[in-house]
């Protein structure tokens, strides 16, 4: 799936362009529908994407990708972003239905 990728985080722009055939159409689609939704609304996609998995009681860890000083601090920031907490809480709620995180099978 697309969070296994890349194509959420800082590396959207080049898995858009060029499509690698190992990763589903489905992904690229959804991909483009939430880059939409956060153009449209001014929301940092990546940010959006590490507190989706950071709040959700799906993932029980996340693993990150930072391979400078500087990306980690941008990371954390994020994480510590208050309006992108509130923006994967209510994605979070639409995706659930019923106001609360999806729950793992």
């Not at 194509?7 to 991909?31: C, H």
């Not at 992108?84 to 019923?98: E, F, K, V, Y």
Request: with cysteine; charged share 25%.
């Amino acid at each position: 799936p697309s969070h296994d990728t890349g194509v959420l985080g800082n590396k959207y722009e080049d898995y858009m362009s060029r499509k690698p055939e190992w990763i589903p159409q489905e992904d690229f689609t959804a991909a483009e529908s939430l880059h939409a939704m956060c153009m449209d609304r001014g929301i940092d996609m990546t940010g959006l994407a590490l507190n989706f998995v950071y709040r959700s009681t799906v993932v029980d860890r996340m693993v990150l990708g930072a391979s400078r000083p500087e990306e980690l601090t941008r990371t954390l920031e994020r994480l510590n972003d208050e309006s992108l907490a509130a923006a994967a809480d209510a994605l979070l709620a639409r995706i659930s239905g019923d106001g609360g995180v999806p729950q793992g099978s």
